[in-house]
């Protein structure tokens, strides 16, 4: 248990370097890379067929992350680009995706790595938030960088927010 917190850790503060100086956009595509990554470490312990501690403690990050990336869209980025853009749907749609994602988010947090489907839900998940990444970054951030969003200050709060749900969950 000691290394998926000290992995966490290792993550929170390699994110943290990254976007301090970062735009909105920056930010939540530095995060989008990132969970993209430990979703490959997670398929690679599946394939392997690792202890359920080493699966529970990726699942465990992959969870947290999207938990805090999700509620900063929702309290922050997202009602900015309700304001700035004319284009509601998009918006709509990234919430309904965080719902279904936070569903499966707490089914998973409800298993253990020994239960049936647990490694199909974290698949299953990934495969939900590649959607919702290709969504933003094709065609909702483009349009939001184009708006008259202050996109350096909405990342300052942003950042401010991560921090503080992160160390909330420590």
Do not use: W
């Not at 312990?45 to 699966?55: F, G, M, Q, T, V």
């Amino acid at each position: 248990m000691p290394t998926a917190n000290r992995t966490s850790h290792a993550t929170t503060e390699t994110t943290r370097a990254r976007s301090t100086a970062a735009d909105a956009i920056k930010l939540l595509t530095t995060d989008h890379k990132d969970v993209k990554q430990l979703f490959k470490n997670y398929d690679k312990l599946a394939k392997a067929e690792a202890a359920d501690d080493e699966r529970r403690a990726v699942a465990e990050e992959i969870c947290n992350m999207l938990t805090v990336h999700a509620t900063v869209e929702e309290e922050l980025f997202y009602p900015a680009a309700r304001e700035a853009l004319d284009e509601q749907a998009l918006l709509d749609e990234a919430e309904v995706e965080h719902a279904s994602a936070k569903d499966l988010i707490a089914q998973i947090r409800g298993m253990s790595p020994s239960d049936d489907l647990y490694d199909a839900k974290v698949k299953v998940l990934g495969e939900y938030i590649d959607h919702h990444v290709q969504e933003e970054e094709g065609e909702m951030f483009p349009k939001v960088r184009k708006s008259e969003l202050d996109l350096k200050e909405l990342g300052t709060q942003m950042q401010a927010r991560k921090d503080e749900l992160m160390r909330q969950m420590v």
